[in-house]
Nanobody, 126 residues
């Protein structure tokens, strides 16, 4: 599946953004979806994920209480709601997908995701 990430932009600290991830096929509902991010000069890191049934979500400690992931299977879209943004959230954000049946720890690792979007840039000014 090909993924399209969108919604990035320039905001001030404390503001919100909502990113969207849309697929190229209608079977998106059977995929686990995650967001990763990569800041300049840093390695890509896990942000948040949701399983295909929407019953479980997984969060990096750095975004707990501020970021929320949701999916609308009827619209074939996954959303990343980012509130109380901080300058350290500045990064290129990628959505990723897999149809694998992941154990909990696997959701946090980029090696288990088979499809990646092109990234959308989020810049948070102080």
């Amino acid at each position: 599946v090909q993924l399209q990430a969108s919604g990035g932009g320039l905001v001030q600290a404390g503001e919100s953004l909502r990113l969207s991830c849309t697929p190229s096929e209608r079977t998106f509902q059977y995929y686990a979806i995650a967001w990763f991010r990569q800041a300049p000069g840093k390695e890509r890191e896990f942000v948040i994920a949701i399983n295909w049934s929407r019953r479980r979500s997984y969060y990096a400690d750095s975004v707990k209480g501020r970021f929320t992931i949701s999916r609308d299977n009827a619209e074939d879209t996954v959303y990343l709601q980012m509130d109380s943004l901080k300058p350290e959230d500045t990064a290129l954000y990628y959505c990723a997908a897999t149809r694998r049946n992941l154990i909990q720890s696997a959701y946090y690792s980029d090696q288990y995701y088979d499809s990646w979007g092109q990234g959308t840039l989020v810049t948070v000014s102080s």
